[in-house]
């Protein structure tokens, strides 16, 4: 990390936490202890909606949460607040755990309008039940005492907050940065890449979930001692939409995007509030339009949010190569060169009336370059699908090292040594290229969220990616492991897929269509590293279009057309086929 980096941190932290010693009015206290409270919120919502890419109106409701349990329990059963922030937190989790079960499988719209029908109903059972005091709330909340001391609401109480936000963003650009991290962002543009990876992406959406609802509550349970007062309104449908508003507009995808965001959100709110009125000449909630407007603006102009403005102004440092010697990452037993490895067996799928594959049948032994070709349509990409388990199949067997793996999720057949590539490039953009292929490790680490969040993590990282350093040396790219993904050219980035896919130790490796879209030269790069690939043993099957690519690569080709097997056998025998020069040419055979 560059020294700018490295210092911005703890200065700011130490900024925030002496800030109530300095001389600063009470009134600039009491909008930092908000800022607090609500980046604490929207820190949540970054890794939810802008890592994990799943979006939540219901946040404020989880802060109800944290805050009524806090305000009931010691108001009307005097106990402890730290039992009411443990069972705050405990009934935030469950909510979590019983909302994100229902909606997290689903996919689009189901999650954001099953927080909206959240937060509703929680504000009107908030509002309507006597012993929480209907839409009066609970009045009459002590102060906290921490040690015996009484934190007050201002100053004292700062501190708290503060070191507390100032924990939780720590822990989560640790989280970020590890392996659960990548798990979770990997997860942003659906779920195919990452199951592929071996992830389960419930699991990480379900953790993730959880956790803004534990933020949330923290905040909640903090803001009912901060009030002394909670009533249904601050955790409402639109207070939800405010904080979402927040981290859109701090940068959603950024950790210090909450901070910035819940700043930027509660000073102009505060300056409207008394600007608006008077330019309007009646009063009114005028800054909701206000906010509505901006929120437009921004994402049409900085969909990334303010903080990106500022990250861009930092230098960005290449990661400390830290991992010089670190032990190698567990290896499984490859297969003997020749063992039957694949054997696909009259794998048919069906989509409605149209038959995309129709009883199709070929193996791979280990050691083999074998080609699946054929015109457009004719069935290839499908049947690579049957094989890696994103589709089901209608009938057939799929074989690997004589288990039957039909019908495994892909996470399984992951799991079990075959890795693959996309046809178009599923990446974390803006991860660096080691970043990227250290995704490819993860079934070949064990770090769970809370043991990186604590950054107990250390020694499997430097051994993830001192296996995604050799694999992206493997094929000639590790010159280039600190670069942006996304900046990449197509041609790298279709190496540097295979380099992730090398880096789960996989015994067999599907490439779809590599050479698309590639130059000649490109192709050239590519064709190279395949059959080094080949020569150390490794056992590939090819989904191609460009007959030419293959042919100089593969000991067998295997010819589909119209959902069938056209034809099979070696290079020469495919390119002396009448058939299959006819099905490319579309003429008659
Ligand atoms: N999800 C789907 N729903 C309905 N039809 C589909 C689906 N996926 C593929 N098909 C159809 O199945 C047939 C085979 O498609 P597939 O993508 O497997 O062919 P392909 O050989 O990979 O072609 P290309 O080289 O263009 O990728 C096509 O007619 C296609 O329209």
């Known amino acids: ?129 006597d012993w929480l005091g209907k839409y009066d709330g609970i009045l009459g909340v002590p102060t906290l005492k921490l040690f015996g001391m009484d934190l007050g609401t201002g100053r004292g109480l700062h501190a708290l907050i503060w070191a507390i936000a100032l924990l939780a963003a720590w822990a989560c650009a640790n989280l970020l940065d590890s392996r659960p991290g990548r798990a979770i962002r990997s997860m942003k543009n659906g779920a195919t890449m990452a199951e592929a990876m071996g992830i389960s992406t419930f699991r990480y959406k379900l953790n993730v979930f959880v956790l803004a609802a534990v933020l949330a509550a923290v905040s909640g349970w903090l803001f009912a001692f901060f009030q002394r007062t909670v009533n249904p309104s601050p955790f409402s449908i639109n207070k939800g939409i405010e904080y979402l508003f927040m981290a859109v507009l701090g940068g959603v995808s950024h950790v210090w995007g909450a901070f910035l965001g819940a700043a930027v959100v509660k000073l102009t709110e505060d300056q409207l509030q008394v600007l608006l009125p008077r330019l309007i000449g009646t009063s009114g909630n005028f800054e909701t339009i206000v906010f509505g407007i901006v929120l437009v603006v921004v994402l049409k102009y900085a969909p990334d949010g303010l903080w990106t403005f ?141 043991r990186a969040m604590l950054r107990l993590d250390r020694d499997e990282e430097k051994r993830l990616f001192a296996e995604a350093e050799r694999q992206l040396a493997r094929i000639g790219m590790a010159d280039r492991m600190h670069e942006l993904a996304g900046n990449l050219a197509l041609g790298p980035q279709r190496l540097m897929e295979i380099a992730r896919a090398l880096c789960t130790d996989p015994a067999l490796l599907l490439l779809d269509e590599p050479a698309a879209g590639l130059r000649h030269k490109e192709k050239q790069a590519l064709g190279d590293v395949l059959r080094q690939l080949k020569s150390e043993g490794m056992s590939l099957l090819l989904v191609e279009h460009d007959m030419e690519f293959v042919m100089g690569l593969t000991d067998r080709i295997v010819v589909m057309e119209f959902g069938t097997n056209l034809m099979e056998g070696t290079p020469p025998e495919v390119q002396a086929s009448p058939a299959v020069r006819a099905a490319y040419l579309g003429t008659e055979h």
């Open 310 to 450: 500022v990250q861009r102004r930092l230098p960005r440092a290449d990661r400390v190569r830290d991992w010089e010697g670190a032990p190698p990452l567990p290896a499984r037993d490859k297969p003997a060169h020749g063992e039957l490895l694949l054997q696909v067996q009259a794998v048919r799928k069906e989509f409605g009336g149209l038959v995309a594959v129709n009883d199709v049948s070929f193996e791979l032994r280990a050691g083999e370059i074998v080609g699946l070709i054929g015109p457009n349509g004719a069935g290839k990409s499908t049947t690579f699908n049957l094989v890696t388990g994103v589709l089901g199949l209608t009938s057939g067997q799929v074989r690997y090292r004589g288990q039957d793996i039909a019908g495994l999720p892909s996470r399984a057949i992951a799991r079990k040594g075959i890795s693959r590539t996309f046809q178009h490039v599923k990446m974390i953009p803006e991860m660096t290229v080691l970043e990227n292929v250290a995704l490819g490790g993860y079934l070949r680490g064990r770090t769970g969220s809370v």
């Open 1 to 129: 990390m560059t020294g700018l980096r490295r210092f911005a941190f703890p200065a700011f932290a130490l900024l925030m936490l002496a800030l109530p010693a300095l001389p600063v009015p009470d009134f600039w206290i009491t909008q930092s202890n908000y800022i607090g409270l609500y980046a604490l919120v929207a820190l949540g919502l970054v890794l939810l909606t802008g890592v994990a890419g799943l979006t939540s109106f219901g946040q404020a409701a989880f802060v109800g949460i944290g805050a009524y349990t806090a305000a009931f329990m010691a108001v009307k059963l005097s106990a402890s607040p730290w039992l009411a922030l443990l069972i705050g937190v405990g009934l935030a989790v469950a909510a979590a755990m019983l909302l994100g079960a229902i909606t997290l499988r689903m996919s689009g719209h189901f999650l954001p309008l099953a927080t909206i029908a959240w937060g509703l109903v929680l504000y009107y059972s908030m509002g309507n039940m």
